[in-house]
C-alpha cells in the first residue's frame, strides 16, 4: 500500500476489513476462499450489522486484498443485500418554540440572542 500511496488511514482501514473477513469466516486463508465467502460476508454486514458505507470500504478492501496482495482473480462475487442508510430528519424548532425560548432570555444574553 505504501508503493501505490495510499494513505496511512485508509491501510489501516483495509487491514481491519481483511482481518474481520478473515475472522468471520473461522481464521482461513483468504486465498483458500473465494466469491461466494466475500458475497456471504457482505451480505452480514447488510443484513446483520446494517452499516452501509462499512460495507463498500470492505468490499474495496477485500478488492484489493485478493488483486494486488494474493494476486488471484476474485470473479463475479454476485449479487448481495445493500444496506440502507438511515433516513436522519433535522430536528428543528418551531417558530413558537424560538420565541418561547427567546423570551426567557434576560439581561446581557438577551442583547446577544435578540437582533
Known amino acids: 500500500m505504501l508503493v501505490k500511496r ?3 488511514r485508509t491501510e ?3 487491514c481491519y476489513w481483511i482481518r474481520y473477513f ?5 481464521v482461513r ?3 483458500s476462499m473465494g466469491p461466494s465467502e ?3 460476508f457482505l451480505e452480514h454486514l447488510a443484513v446483520e450489522r446494517y452499516v452501509a458505507a462499512a460495507q463498500n470500504q470492505a468490499l474495496n478492501a477485500l478488492v484489493f486484498l485478493y488483486h494486488h496482495i494474493l ?3 476474485l470473479g463475479d462475487i454476485g449479487t448481495f443485500s445493500r444496506a440502507k ?3 436522519r430528519l433535522p430536528v428543528v424548532l418551531s417558530h413558537e418554540e424560538v420565541m418561547h ?3 426567557r432570555v434576560c439581561g446581557s444574553m438577551n442583547l446577544i440572542a435578540t437582533p
Not at 478473515?22 to 473461522?26: E, N, Q
Open 22 to 26: 478473515i475472522r468471520y469466516h473461522g
Open 85 to 87: 442508510r438511515p433516513r
Open 29 to 31: 486463508h483468504p486465498a
Open 6 to 8: 495510499y494513505s496511512p
Open 38 to 40: 466475500v458475497q456471504a
Open 71 to 73: 494476486d488471484m482473480p
Open 101 to 103: 425560548v427567546l423570551n
Open 12 to 14: 489501516k482501514t483495509y
